[in-house]
């Protein structure tokens, strides 16, 4: 079917699972849309991670995708029942994805999990993780610097480093944990400084990859899939400032990307 995939996230970090669907279903359009603007969305209550969530969807659905990726960890948290029950087009989280992966991953059963406020406050991963597997031992922590931080471009350095450093330190202690899920799609912009904090032992777990596994199979089993031979015409679009936006585009995909556009989206009527 040759429609687009819709991809959501709060800023550019979903721009870590664009990739992977692009690497992963290379035929595949993609029309992308980061709500920069009012980035980030952990500090902010549930009712309006919801609203912003549906003022992106409703601009997506405008554009006739067929199927729907919540490539924000918060949104996920909140929104994704709500928006599998009242859409006809299939909807993915990150949080189940990233779970499967951890679980797959440890030896110990002690995982971590860090992401925005929200993320951590809803105790999604420990369900998802629990739902899986009961007898794991999760240790969440909730890191309210990285996403501006990223969203900043400030992706290493000295600086990078010691505000990572001072975020992680309690998980650093925790000598059983083996594996960390990054719990918030901007994360993986700074995985290799979260790698050499935690140390070379501990397995980091994005769940850009497995999302895009999952989105390949729901595709498949749903008869979605593009079989045509035309070139994918993917677009990007964010609600803020697009100089970052393009710096982050290009340091992800290693290329300059220039179907880049600024837009307004409208309020949603809930």
């Known amino acids: 079917m040759n429609k687009a995939i819709g991809v959501i996230d709060s800023g550019v970090g979903g721009l870590t699972v664009a990739y992977e669907l692009m690497r992963q279903l290379p035929k595949e359009q993609l029309i992308y849309l980061g709500d920069t603007a009012r980035c980030p969305y952990g500090p ?11 003022e992106m ?15 924000c960890n918060t949104a996920t948290a909140f929104t994704l029942n709500e ?22 991953e440890t030896k110990t059963n002690h995982i971590g999990v860090i992401g925005t406020e929200g993320t951590i406050r809803s105790n999604a991963y420990t369900k998802a993780l629990n739902d899986i597997h009961a007898g794991l031992q999760v240790q969440s922590l909730a890191c309210p610097s990285f996403v501006p931080m990223v969203e900043q471009g ?60 999952e989105a390949s199979t729901i595709l498949e089993f749903r008869n979605l899939l593009y079989k045509g031979h035309n070139t994918p015409f993917h677009q990007f679009y964010s609600t803020g400032q697009m100089e ?4 982050i585009t290009e340091e992800i995909f290693k290329e300059f990307i220039d179907h880049f556009h600024s837009v307004t989206i409208e309020k949603a009527i809930l």
Request: net charge neutral; hydrophobic share 45%; with cysteine.
């Open 44 to 54: 902010r209550v549930n009712d309006e991670v919801r609203t912003f969530t549906w």
């Open 244 to 247: 970052v936006f393009a710096t």
């Open 83 to 104: 928006l599998k029950s009242n859409m006809s087009i299939p909807v993915i989280g990150v949080i189940k994805p990233g779970a499967r992966a951890a679980i797959n």
């Open 57 to 71: 969807v409703d601009f997506l659905m405008k554009k006739d995708i067929k199927m729907l990726i919540v490539a």
């Open 154 to 213: 400030m992706l290493n350095g000295e600086q990078a480093e010691a505000m990572v450093t001072r975020s992680l330190y309690s998980l650093t202690q925790q000598e059983e944990l083996d594996t960390l899920i990054l719990g918030c799609t901007h994360y993986p912009l700074i995985k290799h400084t979260i790698q050499h904090v935690m140390g070379r032992d501990v397995a980091i777990i994005s769940s850009s990859e497995e999302t895009a596994r």
